[in-house]
């Protein structure tokens, strides 16, 4: 199975802050990489497809970048309603796997 | 607007087996254009891939269940479903039913609520 590396785990962060989620495959997965955002008691939520798709609906604060092994899921200006854990998952083989989520609260 | 929902027993004694179903509407569970899928997501912890049903039944499983899984589709009722058997403790989890996009997106665009199901005697 393709490993995925979440980091950080978690961080504290202030309205208005710049946030930057990475994710590394154990292997190259070329852009086969989504983003998921999810809040306590829900299901996860479609952000990001193929590295850097922004899911319609989705503001446009958010954005996802990278390739092969190495992506990045930021969150250019975070508002309230972006405190969650957010995941990153591959699709390139079966099965698919997600990294251990980075959860983003309020400093 | 593809809904999907969850249904079914909630507790589950160990070393039986473990029955839910997911109803979709909105597309059809034959549809070559998507995979049909169970995951779960044990409290606190990670999501995990349990397999997928496409086209006219055929699936495939995460290795790690093993031969305890297997998915079925109902498509006169437009639902798909999940037998899990000889359940432990470890397989208390919210199972969720997803729905994953075969075509640019490739990605699991829609999911159930989720479904609370305790393994305990």
């Known amino acids: 199975d393709i490993q995925m590396t979440q980091s950080p785990s978690s961080l504290a962060a202030s309205v208005g802050d710049r946030v930057t989620i990475t994710c590394r495959a154990s292997q190259s997965i070329r852009n086969f990489l989504n983003w998921y955002q999810q809040k306590p008691g829900k299901a996860p939520k479609l952000l990001i497809y193929?590295?850097?798709d922004l899911e319609t609906g989705v503001p446009s604060r958010f954005s996802g970048s990278g390739s092969g092994t190495d992506f990045t899921l930021t969150i250019s200006s975070l508002q309230s309603e972006d405190f969650a854990t957010y995941y990153c998952q591959q699709t390139y083989s079966t099965p698919p796997t997600f990294g251990r989520g980075t959860r983003v609260e309020i400093k | 607007q593809v809904q999907l929902e969850e249904s079914g027993p909630g507790l589950v004694k160990p070393s039986q087996t473990l029955s839910l179903n997911c109803s979709v509407s909105?597309?059809?569970?034959?549809?070559?254009?998507?995979?049909w899928n169970w995951l779960r997501q044990p409290a606190g912890k990670g999501l995990q891939w349990i397999g997928r049903?496409?086209?006219?039944?055929?699936?495939n499983y995460n290795p790690f269940f093993k031969s305890r899984v297997s998915l079925s589709g109902d498509a006169t009722k437009n639902q798909f479903s999940l037998s899990l058997t000889s359940v432990t403790a470890a397989d208390t989890a919210k199972y969720f039913c997803?729905?994953?996009?075969?075509?640019?997106?490739?990605?699991?665009?829609?999911w159930g609520q989720g479904t609370l199901v305790t393994v305990s005697s």
């Open positions: 909105g597309e059809s569970i034959t549809s070559s254009g998507y995979y």
């Open positions: 193929t590295a850097s």
């Open positions: 049903l496409y086209g006219s039944g055929t699936t």
């Open positions: 997803a729905r994953w996009a075969i075509g640019e997106a490739y990605s699991f665009d829609s």
